[in-house]
């Protein structure tokens, strides 16, 4: 049989009350950064690929109109009547670069998709095991020293010992020598 040297009641109360909190802030807090985690995936698996595809289309269409501009004005049926078409030329020149760009930067969209829900998840993982703890270990600790906090309120009742958290007792105890007593 183990042996326990209590000397407060209440610090032990204090100590429930204080793994109820702990419990009650880490839930809180968990519960942030699993939004933030989710946020964070919604962002680069759905916004950042859906920003990108835009963008393509638009250097798609940019492209075809750039490449139609070009076109009628080298359509011309004499040479004479053709306008200079070298702006028309610099148009499509960068309209392809933006459609490179954006085709580039959708497949690295894809990929950051794929490794940033990968690792989402492996943070939840972790995450579920401190809920756990926050959610039923800690209050399941708290409920198990309520029970022997009880049972030491019922012991000292019992006892007719004077409470170890009265302040009149400790003076008993350490042997106050002002009530008279040699």
Do not use: N
């Not at 699993?34 to 393509?56: F, M």
């Not at 409470?163 to 400790?170: E, F």
């Amino acid at each position: 049989m183990s042996t326990s040297d209590v000397r407060s009641i209440e610090s032990l109360e204090r100590f429930r009350q204080g793994l109820l909190k702990l419990a009650d802030d880490w839930e809180k807090t968990l519960q942030e950064i699993r939004i933030s985690v989710h946020r964070a995936q919604r962002y680069y698996t759905d916004e950042v690929p859906r920003y990108w595809r835009h963008q393509t289309e638009l250097a798609e269409r940019e492209l075809t109109e750039s490449k139609d501009e070009l076109q009628r004005k080298q359509a011309a049926a004499r040479a004479s009547d053709r306008v200079s078409a070298l702006e028309a030329q610099k148009r499509v020149a960068r309209a392809k670069e933006r459609l490179d760009l954006c085709r580039q930067r959708q497949r690295v969209a894809k990929s950051l998709s794929i490794e940033i829900s990968h690792q989402c998840d492996e943070m939840l993982g972790p995450l579920a095991d401190m809920t756990d703890h926050s959610e039923t270990q800690l209050p399941a600790a708290a409920a198990k020293l309520q029970r022997l906090l009880d049972a030491l309120h019922r012991y000292t009742d019992a006892s007719s010992l004077p409470r170890l958290d009265d302040p009149a007792a400790a003076d008993l105890r350490s042997g106050d020598s002002s009530t008279g007593e040699s």
